[in-house]
Nanobody
Framework: VQLQASGGGLVQAGGSLRLSCAAS????????TGWFRQAPGKEREFVAA????????YYTASVRGRFTISRSSAKNTVYLQMNSLKPEDTAVYYC?????????????????WGQGTLVTVSS
């Protein structure tokens, strides 16, 4: 499975961005997919995930109500719509997939990772 993340950029606080994670290879729409982020000097943290079955979603508390994760099975792509961005959302964002429908929040539970896309939110 190969994952290609895109959509990062520079945005002012309060703005929006949409990240995309395109899967190829042995990717399946039944794989759970997650978004993680890593700010300078900090550990990689969970942001959001979507299950591979009914499309159940889960968010970390700090982005709940601002970010939305969704999937296009036809395009084998998972999106992260980010609204009301804050400077503390600045990080490299990574998408990850696991060979199971069940969503997880720990990075160690994901076996496939994209290359990361930088999101910078200015104040």
């Amino acid at each position: 499975v190969q994952l290609q993340a895109s959509g990062g950029g520079l945005v002012q606080a309060g703005g929006s961005l949409r990240l995309s994670c395109a899967a190829s290879g042995r990717a399946s729409s039944t794989d759970a997919t997650g978004w993680f982020r890593q700010a300078p000097g900090k550990e990689r943290e969970f942001v959001a995930a979507i299950s591979g079955s009914y499309g159940d979603t889960y968010y970390t508390a700090s982005v709940r109500g601002r970010f939305t994760i969704s999937r296009s099975s036809a395009k084998n792509t998972v999106y992260l719509q980010m609204n009301s961005l804050k400077p503390e959302d600045t990080a490299v964002y990574y998408c990850a997939a696991r060979s199971s429908w069940e969503l997880k929040t720990a990075p160690s539970q994901y076996g496939y990772w994209g290359q990361g896309t930088l999101v910078t939110v200015s104040s």
